[in-house]
């Protein structure tokens, strides 16, 4: 069983910064593919920021250069620090988990973050 916990959402101010974690079992961390999603009102399911199977990153072009993905496998946990916020980044992130080697994705509970002044 993959459990991925994600915290640190919230309402913040445009232009403002937040950091999600997603805490998850060590080899999960390590041995699959981390990510995060988002998905506002009414829209679809979109990619933020993943990692690779090589631990490159990839981002979504509306993030590039304000998001950062990373992850800290000693501490269990995965991150998505997101700098100079905009309302249109209002929506539930959700943490992500590919198998490797099978088309599984597995997903947590989302955490809402808010933009707005």
């Known amino acids: 069983q993959v459990q991925l916990v994600e915290s640190g959402g919230g309402l913040v101010q445009p232009g403002g910064s937040l950091r999600l974690s997603c805490a998850a079992d060590?080899?999960?961390?390590?041995?699959?593919?981390m990510g995060w999603y988002r998905q506002a009102p009414g829209k679809q399911r979109e990619l933020v920021a993943t990692?690779?199977?090589?631990?490159?990153?990839n981002y979504a072009d509306s993030v590039k250069g304000r998001f950062t993905i990373s992850k800290d496998i000693e501490k269990s946990t995965v991150y998505l620090q997101m700098n100079s916020l905009k309302p249109e980044d209002t929506a539930v992130y959700y943490c992500?988990?590919?198998?490797?080697?099978?088309?599984?994705?597995?997903w947590g509970q989302g955490t809402q973050v808010t933009v707005s002044s």
């Open positions: 060590r080899s999960i961390v390590k041995l699959y593919i």
């Open positions: 992500s988990a590919d198998l490797p080697i099978a088309p599984m994705r597995y």
């Open positions: 990692f690779t199977s090589d631990d490159t990153t």
